[in-house]
């Protein structure tokens, strides 16, 4: 199969259609295989604030009531991906839409928390790798919309722990997640380097914060399953190799 990249992209921009056109074109610039994983956060937040609904978020998670499903699964399947994918085809790359209840790619359960109900916020169970394998061998490009397979109801899950699943799952020579910042900010300054014991006691004193949270846990939890490197940069980043390295220990 060769080298296989994970790319994550944030909601951030995924409403810019230069910026997607930009991003098209780096991936189509790198060696070997890609899998994307998408959000829409920011998507999402505009329609739930326009129909009138708080968006809550707990730890950096956002919390799916059931009046947001619905809503969830148009945005991220819908108009993200298609956008998404219409950048990348546009690009000259094989890429194709999927989710993870399609084919029973990604299967979920309910995220549980120990003071708070998540509602249709769910946690991964299990990845149909091979899927994903079957596709990149084709030379087909899958990019992936957060919702995931559960016995009763669908589930959004964090696109951040979808991409560490994913990248672990298929053993991926790296997970790169492209935000709106260019790596982590440790008193101003991009760190280039950081082991788990260092994000656990820079999220404890407060640094790491939010949205962060997750992303830099999903990097670590991809090495963890067989991802050979994680980062965390901005679009630039991924194009010069920038951002902040995450390795499994010091």
Same mark, same amino acid.
């Given at each position: 199969m060769g080298e296989v990249s994970v790319i994550k992209l944030s909601g951030h921009e995924?409403?810019?259609a230069a910026y997607l056109a930009d991003f098209a074109r780096v991936v189509a610039g790198i060696n070997g295989s890609v899998i994307v994983v998408h959000g829409g956060g920011k998507t999402i937040s505009a329609l739930q604030t326009k129909m009138g609904i708080?968006?809550?978020y707990i730890d950096g998670? #956002?919390?799916t009531d059931a009046e947001s499903l619905a809503l969830v699964e148009m945005v991220l399947r819908g108009s993200v991906n298609?956008?998404?994918v219409r950048a990348l085809v546009n690009a000259g790359i094989d890429a194709q839409?999927?989710?993870g209840v399609d084919r029973g790619l990604i299967r979920a359960e309910k995220m549980l928390h120990t003071q708070h109900d998540m509602g249709f916020t769910g946690s991964i169970a299990?990845? #149909?790798a091979e899927v994903l394998v079957d596709m990149v061998r084709q030379g087909i490009t899958p990019v992936i919309a957060p919702i995931c397979l559960g016995e009763a109801s669908t589930y959004n899950v964090n696109a951040d722990q979808v991409a560490g699943a994913v990248a672990g799952a298929v053993d991926a020579s790296r997970l790169v997640m492209i935000s709106n910042v260019a790596g982590v900010l440790v008193n101003g300054k991009i760190v280039s380097m950081l082991n788990p014991t260092q994000v656990e006691a820079l999220i404890a004193d407060g640094t790491i914060f939010g949205g962060?949270?997750?992303k830099v846990r999903s990097a670590l939890d991809a090495l963890k399953h067989g991802a050979k490197q994680a980062v965390i940069t901005d679009l630039n980043g991924l194009r010069a190799h920038g951002g902040?390295?995450?390795t499994a220990s010091a």
């Amino acid at each position: 199969m060769g080298e296989v990249s994970v790319i994550k992209l944030s909601g951030h921009e995924l409403d810019d259609a230069a910026y997607l056109a930009d991003f098209a074109r780096v991936v189509a610039g790198i060696n070997g295989s890609v899998i994307v994983v998408h959000g829409g956060g920011k998507t999402i937040s505009a329609l739930q604030t326009k129909m009138g609904i708080a968006p809550q978020y707990i730890d950096g998670i #956002r919390v799916t009531d059931a009046e947001s499903l619905a809503l969830v699964e148009m945005v991220l399947r819908g108009s993200v991906n298609t956008m998404l994918v219409r950048a990348l085809v546009n690009a000259g790359i094989d890429a194709q839409g999927i989710s993870g209840v399609d084919r029973g790619l990604i299967r979920a359960e309910k995220m549980l928390h120990t003071q708070h109900d998540m509602g249709f916020t769910g946690s991964i169970a299990d990845v #149909r790798a091979e899927v994903l394998v079957d596709m990149v061998r084709q030379g087909i490009t899958p990019v992936i919309a957060p919702i995931c397979l559960g016995e009763a109801s669908t589930y959004n899950v964090n696109a951040d722990q979808v991409a560490g699943a994913v990248a672990g799952a298929v053993d991926a020579s790296r997970l790169v997640m492209i935000s709106n910042v260019a790596g982590v900010l440790v008193n101003g300054k991009i760190v280039s380097m950081l082991n788990p014991t260092q994000v656990e006691a820079l999220i404890a004193d407060g640094t790491i914060f939010g949205g962060m949270i997750p992303k830099v846990r999903s990097a670590l939890d991809a090495l963890k399953h067989g991802a050979k490197q994680a980062v965390i940069t901005d679009l630039n980043g991924l194009r010069a190799h920038g951002g902040t390295i995450f390795t499994a220990s010091a």
